[in-house]
């Protein structure tokens, strides 16, 4: 008879509903078969028919029942489930039909000239809200978001200045890599934000909690100063946009238009204030941090 796969060390599975067992090994089978839609399909519907318990011990409760491998892969799944609602955080937009313009003369202030607008379900992170992650399982899930965004991080920040490139290539390029920085930047933003929510964190997780916090600040501060150099480089390509191309075309009014825009946005104090580039929890918690610190060294 073959053995099955829900267990735990004391040999409690025995004492699990017929029911919750099923709904376990259907996880756990569509988990081996790399299905992760399946999984958070199967694990979201038992959430919602209590199946699963949905406290802060979660993680224990399925740590104990399917083992730490398990349990670890099925958290991974969590902590890359998408939005539903957007792709990689972004909507197209309405204002200016996805052109970033209006009628050439104005760029479209809704989408910063770009074309797309920030999901707000997500807050521009394309990952599933906090409201979507079992609430014993957000740390864990979080924790994991934050390594993942750090060494997508180190990744675009190896990306090189384009050269050699006609100027509307390397405007597209820069773009692409503002929103794919942007993204991962909002998700330790998201972290932070979860982090200061928590309020109903046992005691003994604050530390836990403190620590995420702290690493989402210190991964972003290394981040944050290339998206205003992104935007600088696609400044220049708009320059050049508008030196190379006829005057009074289209071409050459969208490039003028985007020059003062773009110009503007870096003139302000942060760079990109009042645009969704700016990370105010990021810059709040890294106040916060500075002040501890400070606090720390006059003791």
Not at 253 to 274: C, E, I, N, Q, S
């Amino acid at each position: 008879m073959e053995r099955s796969p829900v267990k735990t060390k004391n040999s409690s599975a025995d004492n699990l509903g017929e029911e919750t067992k099923q709904a376990l090994e259907a996880v756990l089978k569509a988990s081996r078969m790399g299905d992760h839609e399946e999984v958070l399909r199967l694990f979201l519907k038992d959430q919602a028919q209590h199946i699963f318990p949905k406290g802060q011990h979660t993680l224990k409760w399925l740590t104990d029942r399917i083992g730490r491998r398990a349990t670890s892969r099925l958290v991974g799944i969590l902590s890359e489930a998408p939005c539903f609602n957007c792709r990689h955080g972004l909507l197209g937009c309405d204002n200016c039909e996805n052109t970033g313009h209006l009628g050439y003369d104005f760029v479209c202030e809704w989408c910063l000239s770009l074309g797309r607008v920030p999901c707000g379900f997500c807050d521009c992170t394309g990952l599933a809200s906090i409201d979507f992650i079992p609430l014993g399982l957000r740390l864990a899930v979080f924790a994991i978001r934050i390594k993942n965004a750090e060494k997508r991080l180190d990744g675009l920040l190896q990306i090189p200045t384009p050269s050699a490139e006609s100027a509307v290539a390397a405007f597209n390029k820069r773009a692409e890599l503002l929103f794919a920085l942007n993204r991962e930047i909002s998700v330790l933003q998201t972290t932070v934000g979860v982090a200061g929510d928590l309020v109903t964190v046992p005691r003994n997780l604050r530390g836990r909690v403190t620590r995420i916090t702290n690493e989402a600040v210190r991964i972003a501060a290394k981040s944050t100063r290339r998206l205003s150099t992104t935007v600088e480089t696609m400044l220049n390509a708009c320059k050049l946009c508008a030196e190379n191309a006829q005057r009074g075309s289209k071409a050459h009014k969208l490039a003028m238009a985007r020059v003062k825009y773009f110009g503007a946005l870096l003139d302000t104090d942060p760079p990109l204030k009042g645009t969704y580039f700016e990370h105010p929890l990021l810059t709040k918690a890294a106040d916060r941090l500075t002040q501890k610190k400070k606090s720390r060294k006059r003791r």
